[in-house]
Nanobody, 117 residues
Framework: QVQLVESGGGLAQPGGSLRLSCIAS????????FSWARQAPGKELEWVSS????????YYADSEKGRFTMSRDNAKNTVFLQMNSLKPEDTALYYC??????????WGQGTQVTVSS
């Protein structure tokens, strides 16, 4: 069964950090690029970051550059999102997604991140 499962969300204070994980199963993980996206209440889904299949390059939305770091461990079928200097506006449901021929064809169920004092 092709599946992505996110974890690591929770409550963080402004300026704090969280590390999200996304574990993949049911397919050859190392041959796919992945992305993180998020959706805040009442807002549209927003792309956050992407990583190449071999981890050689990463891309970030402007608002996340310098604060978020995406990485992957192909031996563990896992992608990560290290989030530092968190802001209240980072509060959202965070999803990881598999990129397949330019389309996102597999999504996880999401993990909630709440940034509040």
């Amino acid at each position: 069964q092709v599946q992505l499962v996110e974890s690591g969300g929770g409550l963080a204070q402004p300026g704090g950090s969280l590390r999200l994980s996304c574990i993949a199963s049911g397919f050859t993980f190392s041959t796919y690029a992945f992305s993180w996206a998020r959706q805040a209440p009442g807002k549209e889904l927003e792309w956050v970051s992407s990583i190449f299949s071999d981890g050689s390059d990463t891309y970030y939305a402007d608002s996340e550059k310098g604060r978020f770091t995406m990485s992957r461990d192909n031996a563990k079928n896992t992608v990560f999102l290290q989030m530092n200097s968190l802001k209240p506006e980072d509060t959202a449901l965070y999803y990881c997604a598999r990129k397949n021929h330019g389309e996102y064809d597999v999504w996880g169920q999401g993990t909630q991140v709440t940034v509040s004092s």
